[in-house]
């Protein structure tokens, strides 16, 4: 009898245990990162009953937790590289929407102002026709410095997030490393939910830096970023800190404390979102920028160069007609010399946006992509009369530069904000040609002036009055010099100036060059100004610079595309793998209610043993009073 009474007694509390554990399954249906539980039953120790063994009925042997580590592994793994994809898709797209849209993108603004540019050529003495010029040249300095101040918006943007997701790390891996200690200190009594605790946790950190989880033989697990560095290890976690970049203090950067030792972090060290940060940085957002400032150089420098070549209203010859700052140099903060380096762009055909590393070893000179470290070309010497040249900028080295010093050289990056318009009086755009020609009139060949042009506007006679007369049909003099030969069809060539003639002279037939004076309505330098969008200034003369506007949307449209279908292709990556975890550890509630059905008539049943053993002992209560 107290058998049969210790027999239902124990599988009344085992099944109560089984409901208990079903009904937390149940409760925990849509908790994140929960894995089901099972109960463990197994048979009691058998009694002797002095006429054999009879079985003692069942007991809790375990609650055992269901997962896979294989499948939690692959859905962390999946999960860090779906948070780095869906970073980069997400401010990817906010530079190409930027790049694109009519309101905030170039293309609309530099158009207007080359239509202005190229409508001054019907009136070039016109104020109103000027005063447009000038109105969309401002409209197109102020784009170009609202374009780069979004993208310096944007940079302080991923400051802040490497900083806030720096913070976050250094918590839950603290957390983790505690939780390790905890499961580690008591291996037989640990809790099915702290362990899921620690999974969540896990998950938490890869989704912020990448990597994976390693079981180890007490329990414990040691998380590593996706380069491989350790951030948990047992009950230790490292810790990320945040410092500024040696070259640009306004920029951050990631490095890796632990054990003693501080190890700097690249793109190729992290993944998540963290990872998503910095690859935005490198890879879409720096080149943008560079690329900007490039179109922006280029605009002013050819448009300048132009510019100076023609004469305005008042009879001057043009100045520069936009300003636009010098290339940046900044020395590495750990430099120990007092040497400088001062930037120009010498050849804008060969002006790169590649941000390039200078490093002095005490004798001489060398260059290397920041990037990729592969060497760069350079030239020179250092001093003004032979700088240092790369990539069409020219440096001159100040000061004294110590052996090891370095210098990061950054040729357009951060130009495009600091481009403006040069002029306001609109009487100061120099649309006409400098000089101008005639043919006296008492000339008998067929010689007609054809076209006059500036080849050096620097020239000290360029405005010079020039007499050519002819000697005969293949010989002339400039001002009594010469003779020089003259061959059809080819210029005459004088003090910074380029005459063409049609037909053939004769002999004693006379031209006259001079300056165009004040006051004219020559269109000839406008006509220039007008098509110089066209001009293929840039990229060794191969492109263009509305080429290279094209340029810059198509490529940040081009990565903006392709991190969009890098983030859907992992979405579904990972939609597989926690489909393939939930199979086997998330809940069905079919089946939970399948076995609270079952357990709950087995409660019954057990509650139904212990009445039996009850009636038992009260008839033998009453057999004895008897």
């Excluded at 530079?95 to 207007?112: H, R």
């Excluded at 720096?166 to 939910?193: F, K």
């Excluded at 002036?449 to 050519?468: E, F, H, R, Y």
């Excluded at 998330?586 to 057990?606: C, I, K, P, S, T």
């Amino acid at each position: 009898m107290a058998t049969v009474l210790s027999t239902g007694t124990g599988a009344l509390i085992a099944f109560q245990r089984a409901l208990a554990t079903v009904s937390h399954n149940v409760a925990n249906v849509a908790t994140e990162g929960y894995s089901r539980q099972r109960v463990e039953l197994s048979t009691r120790s058998p009694t002797d009953m002095g006429y054999g063994y009879v079985g003692n009925g069942v007991q809790v042997s375990d609650v055992r937790r269901i997962a896979d580590q294989l499948a939690n592994t692959r859905l962390l793994e999946s999960g860090g590289e779906l948070a780095r994809a869906q970073q980069l898709s997400g401010l990817a797209s906010r530079v190409d929407t930027l790049f694109s849209d009519k309101a905030t993108g170039l293309a609309g603004v530099w158009s207007n102002f080359f239509d202005a540019t190229t409508g001054l050529t019907s009136n070039a003495a016109s104020s109103a026709a000027r005063e447009d010029v000038l109105s969309d040249a401002k409209a197109l300095t102020a784009r170009f410095k609202q374009l780069n101040n979004q993208l310096d918006s944007l940079s302080n943007e991923v400051n802040s997030g490497l900083r806030s997701s720096a913070e976050e790390v250094n918590r839950i891996g603290a957390e983790i490393a505690r939780l390790n200690g905890e499961i580690v200190s008591n291996p037989n009594n640990v809790s099915n939910d702290l362990l899921d605790q620690r999974d969540r946790l896990v998950s938490q950190m890869v989704g912020f830096t990448g990597g994976t989880a390693v079981q180890q033989g007490d329990g414990s697990l040691n998380v590593f970023t996706s380069g491989g560095q350790a951030l948990v290890v047992g009950n230790t976690s490292s810790k990320l800190t945040v410092a500024t970049d040696p070259y640009r203090p306004e920029r951050v950067r990631l490095a890796l404390d632990g054990n003693g030792q501080q190890i700097q972090l690249n793109d190729s060290s992290l993944g998540g979102k963290i990872g998503g940060l910095m690859d935005f940085r490198s890879d879409v957002l720096d080149p943008a920028q560079s690329e900007l400032g490039r179109i922006a150089v280029g605009l002013a420098e050819a448009f300048n160069q132009q510019h100076r070549a023609g004469m305005d209203l008042n009879g001057q010859m043009g100045t520069d007609f936009f300003t636009v700052p010098a290339p940046r140099v900044n020395g590495n903060a750990n430099n120990t010399g007092t040497g400088t380096l001062t930037a120009s762009v010498g050849d804008l055909s060969k002006l790169d946006a590649q941000n390039v590393v200078l490093k002095f070893d005490g004798t001489a000179w060398s260059a290397t992509r920041s990037d990729t470290g592969a060497n760069v070309p350079l030239t020179g010497t250092g001093t003004a009369a032979d700088p240092l040249v790369i990539n069409g900028v020219e440096l001159v080295v100040g000061g004294a530069p110590a052996s090891g010093d370095r210098f990061l050289l950054q040729p357009t990056a951060g130009a495009a904000g600091g481009i403006n318009v040069a002029i306001d009086d609109p009487n100061r755009i120099a649309a006409a040609t400098p000089v101008k020609a005639k043919a006296e009139l008492d000339n008998v060949g067929t010689g007609r002036i054809g076209s006059v042009k500036v080849t050096d506007s620097t020239n000290a006679n360029l405005l010079t009055p020039a007499d050519i007369e002819f000697i005969d049909g293949t010989q002339y003099t400039v001002n009594g010099t010469g003779p020089f030969t003259y061959t059809p069809g080819q210029p005459i060539n004088a003090n910074g100036w380029s005459l063409s003639l049609d037909g053939v002279p004769a002999a004693g037939d006379r031209f006259s060059v001079g300056s165009t004076g004040a006051g004219s309505s020559d269109n000839g330098n406008a006509i220039a100004l007008g098509n110089l969008d066209d001009a293929k200034a840039l990229n060794g003369g191969t492109v263009s610079l509305n080429g290279a506007i094209g340029g810059l949307t198509t490529t940040i449209g081009s990565a903006a595309r392709q991190a969009d279908y890098a983030a859907d292709a992992q979405q579904v990556l990972y939609d597989q793998a926690q489909a393939a975890r939930d199979s086997i550890s998330g809940v069905n509630l079919d089946e939970e209610a399948a076995n609270m059905l079952r357990f709950q008539q087995a409660y019954q049943a057990a509650a139904q043993v212990i009445s039996t053993a009850d009636t038992m002992f009260q008839s033998l209560l009453s057999a004895v009073r008897g």
